[in-house]
């Protein structure tokens, strides 16, 4: 299994929205809604934010949001706040039980 | 509420052997659709899954680490451990242990996602 492809980092400024994208294949985001996000800030454990491509766990506002085409799979963040700033990570079920992670992306609030 | 925390070395030498323990609370890891996982992070980059077990003890690696890795898990303890041998510097990271919890409908996983993580250990591996 490979890594999911992720930009490198995103921007925007308060209020904005951002979105970024996590590219696989047909074997892995393709293949499945097994598509969740995380959000890890500097020095902190990732925290679950989107799971199978568009369901909040609770707690997590509906700023977030996701969704998914063919081979790639979209986390969009609404009305950007400074607290949205870190690294993002989109994770795929890649068949036979094994589980990728993609590149990461580093949202910037500007 | 579910928790886990992972123990072990913070410092290893090359070609030594890395073992890991995820102690798991709130869960049984014999339940039907629970997992635990354990991905790491070197410093400044990105997450890499590693190795996962189901509660039906069926255990998976990242292919290209699968022969120096070892997930295990003893369920009196309800604890999950990673061995990795022949440590090199460049598996200074990060480790983490994460839950996994997913059902099945009609044939089909539903809802599996990595969810509470551990507080993380760095490891780093040095003469």
């Known amino acids: 299994q490979s890594a999911l492809t992720q930009p490198r980092s995103v921007s925007g400024s308060p209020g904005q929205s951002v979105t970024i994208s996590c590219t696989g294949t047909s074997s892995d985001v393709g293949a499945s809604n097994l598509v969740s996000w995380y959000q890890q800030h500097p020095g902190k454990a990732p925290k679950l934010i989107i799971f199978?491509?568009?369901k909040w766990p609770s707690g997590v506002p509906d700023r977030f949001s996701g969704s998914k085409s063919g081979n790639t799979a979209s986390l969009t963040i609404s009305a950007l706040q400074a607290d949205d700033e870190g690294d993002y990570y989109c994770c795929s079920y890649a068949g036979n039980y094994k589980w990728a992670f993609g590149g990461g992306t580093q949202v910037t609030v500007l | 509420q579910i928790t886990l925390k992972e123990s072990g070395p913070t410092l290893v030498k090359p070609t030594q052997t890395l073992t890991l323990t995820c102690s798991v609370s709130g869960f049984s890891l014999t339940t039907g659709g629970v997992a635990v996982g354990w991905i790491r992070q070197p410093p400044g980059k990105a997450l890499e899954w590693l190795a996962i077990i189901y509660w039906d003890d069926d255990r998976r690696y990242i292919s290209s680490l699968a022969n120096r890795l070892t997930i295990t898990q003893d369920s009196s303890d309800n604890q999950v451990v990673l061995t990795m041998t022949n440590m090199d510097p460049a598996d200074t990271a990060t480790y983490y242990c994460a839950a996994m919890r997913y059902y099945y409908d009609d044939g089909h996983w539903r809802e599996a996602r990595f969810d509470p993580w551990g507080q993380g250990i760095l490891v780093t591996v040095s003469s």
């Open positions: 199978d491509v568009s």
